[in-house]
């Protein structure tokens, strides 16, 4: 008895004294862009491309989010619980969405910005799930990015709740 007692205190000893080290930022860089030849930060034309030829170039995820309206499990986005200064993107076409200075920690799971880039995103009605909502789509590619609310801070009111997958940021100590 005294040997288990001994070896727990041992092993709990040796347990509090492990370095911890500190979590990798995760990879912020959209690697799809890369072999994706709609994808553009500055080009604003509308697309007009098919599910069909979406789902050749983006990742299973993005796809299912983007092009199929699926939501990602709340609190697992990478952008939930993110703060950096910069800019939101569209993850499928690359069109300006956010600015980081408009994300507000609204607690629902999924990234929020009170504010939109008003070129940048569109609206529809969706009545999926039994409930009457208001989609938020890109206004270049028309992919999926969450949710409107009208429950948001001030000064617009507005909760804008998207899907991490649905987004790229650029930091502004990335900009060239």
Not at 5 to 19: D, W
Not at 49 to 69: H, M, Q
């Given at each position: 008895?005294?040997?288990?007692?001994?070896?727990?205190?041992?092993?709990?000893?040796?347990?509090?004294?492990?370095?911890?080290?500190?979590?990798?930022?995760?990879?912020?860089?959209?690697?799809?862009?890369?072999?994706?030849?709609?994808?553009?930060?500055?080009?604003?034309?509308?697309?007009?491309?098919?599910?069909?030829?979406?789902?050749?170039?983006?990742?299973?995820?993005?796809?299912?989010?983007?092009?199929?309206?699926?939501?990602?499990?709340?609190?697992?986005?990478?952008?939930?619980?993110?703060?950096?200064?910069?800019?939101?993107?569209?993850?499928?076409?690359?069109?300006?969405?956010?600015?980081?200075?408009?994300?507000?920690?609204?607690?629902?799971?999924?990234?929020?910005?009170f504010e939109a880039d008003k070129e940048g995103v569109?609206?529809?009605?969706?009545?999926?799930?039994?409930?009457?909502?208001?989609?938020?789509?890109?206004?270049?590619?028309?992919?999926?990015?969450?949710?409107?609310?009208?429950?948001?801070?001030?000064?617009?009111?507005?909760?804008?709740?998207?899907?991490?997958?649905?987004?790229?940021?650029?930091?502004d100590s990335e900009k060239k």
């Open positions: 008895m005294k040997i288990l007692i001994y070896l727990s205190v041992f092993m709990s000893l040796q347990m509090c004294s492990q370095v911890k080290h500190p979590e990798k930022v995760k990879n912020m860089e959209n690697s799809a862009a890369k072999t994706n030849p709609y994808y553009s930060r500055t080009d604003r034309t509308k697309l007009t491309v098919t599910n069909a030829e979406w789902k050749k170039i983006l990742p299973a995820d993005l796809y299912a989010i983007a092009r199929e309206a699926d939501t990602e499990r709340p609190f697992t986005g990478k952008y939930n619980q993110f703060d950096e200064l910069g800019e939101y993107y569209c993850a499928v076409c690359g069109n300006h969405l956010f600015r980081s200075d408009s994300k507000f920690s609204s607690t629902c799971g999924w990234p929020s910005f569109a609206y529809h009605r969706d009545s999926t799930l039994g409930m009457e909502r208001t989609e938020v789509v890109c206004k270049r590619c028309d992919s999926h990015l969450g949710h409107v609310f009208n429950d948001g801070p001030e000064p617009t009111g507005m909760r804008y709740c998207m899907n991490s997958v649905s987004l790229e940021f650029v930091g």
